[in-house]
Nanobody, 124 residues
Framework: QLQLVESGGGLVQAGGSLRLSCAAS????????MGWFRQAPGKEREFVAT????????MYADSVKGRFTISRDNAKNTLYLQMNSLKPEDTAVYYC?????????????????WGQGTQVTVSS
């Protein structure tokens, strides 16, 4: 079983930045492709970004492309999401997820493990 714990969320003004972290434990982190998803109140969970197991491939939702950067440090068993130029529409609970594959995936159904989420609120 792989455990995932997110941190780094908070309240920020529009145009500001936050960096989310996701600490993994319990299994070999470097074997898993990882993803970030988010869910705003009253909306379905949506894809944000994904990265392959070795960190050489990434994919982003159009809504965050150019503003967010996903990365990972396999030596530290940690996934990151650097969020710049934040907008009020980025307000959501952000979840990290892991899948039993080295390959990226933008579909939430393709993931096997989930963290508990961290709240990001962007004020206008």
């Amino acid at each position: 079983q792989l455990q995932l714990v997110e941190s780094g969320g908070g309240l920020v003004q529009a145009g500001g930045s936050l960096r989310l972290s996701c600490a993994a434990s319990g299994r070999t982190f470097s074997s898993y492709a990882m993803g970030w998803f988010r869910q705003a109140p009253g909306k379905e969970r949506e894809f944000v970004a994904t990265i392959n197991s070795v960190g050489r491939g990434t994919m982003y939702a159009d809504s965050v492309k150019g503003r967010f950067t996903i990365s990972r440090d396999n030596a530290k068993n940690t996934l990151y999401l650097q969020m710049n130029s934040l907008k009020p529409e980025d307000t959501a609970v952000y979840y990290c997820a892991a899948r039993n594959s080295a390959l990226m995936n933008f579909k939430s159904t393709g993931y096997d493990y989930w963290g508990q989420g961290t709240q990001v609120t962007v004020s206008s």
